[in-house]
Every structure is written in C-alpha cells, then in structure tokens.
C-alpha cells in the first residue's frame, strides 16, 4: 500500500520557520517529481512548490518564492519544505503529492497521482 506521510506542522509566529517532511512508503518516487500543495479553508488546493526526480529543477508559486524552499532525499523517499519567514496568510493544510509523469508537473492538483493526508500549519500575527 502506497502512504505519503507529512509531519512537521504547528503553530509558529509569524516571521519564524517550519521544516514539513513527507515520507513515502510502499514504493519509490526517487524518478517522479513531487510537491507541496496547501489548501485553506473555503479555498482551492493550490500548489506551493514542486521538484523533480534530481532535484535538479524546482517551481515555487509567486507568493512564497524566496521564503520557501523544496528538497529531497531520494535516498530516503522523502521530500521537504523549509518554510522560512512564515505569514498569516500562509496558515492552511500542506498536503504531499507525487506525480507518475514527467517533469514540469506545475498545473495543478489534477496532475498527481498520491496524496498524503495533510499537516496542519497555523501562523499566528
């Protein structure tokens, strides 16, 4: 059974940093992009940040460029967020998701394959 599980959510002030995980279990991805999704309530999921397989080539959205940052451990099927200078309005669910299909994958949920359950991120003014 294929599971992606995120951790690493919380409270925060704004302006401080939270570092999401997502683990993969049941097989690999280390040759399928990922990325992070965040949904708030009554909006759309929308997508933050993607990599592919290397690594080699990242997409952030417009709001959260140069504050957040997307890696993985193919090694360790595992895919990160460093969220850096956190805001108000950064506060939702970020969910994991990887894509079975080649690099870019930067049009939206539809493109993705697995899903996580979500991590909860609340940043406080």
């Known amino acids: 059974q294929v599971q992606l599980v995120e951790s690493g959510g919380g409270l925060v002030q704004a302006g401080g940093s939270l570092r999401l995980s997502c683990a993969a279990s049941?097989?690999?991805?280390?040759?399928?992009?990922m990325a992070w999704f965040r949904q708030a309530p009554g909006r759309e999921r929308d997508l933050v940040a993607a990599?592919?397989?290397?690594?080699?080539?990242?997409y952030y959205a417009d709001s959260v460029k140069g504050r957040f940052t997307i890696s993985r451990d193919n090694a360790k099927n595992t895919v990160y967020l460093q969220m850096d200078s956190l805001k108000p309005e950064d506060t939702a669910v970020y969910y994991c998701?990887?894509?079975?299909?080649?690099?870019?994958?930067?049009?939206?949920?539809?493109?993705?394959?697995?899903w996580g359950r979500g991590t909860q991120v609340t940043v406080s003014s």
């Open positions: 998701a990887a894509a079975l299909r080649r690099w870019p994958v930067v049009d939206g949920s539809t493109q993705y394959d697995y």
């Open positions: 049941g097989r690999t991805f280390s040759s399928y992009p």
């Open positions: 990599i592919n397989w290397s690594g080699g080539s990242t």
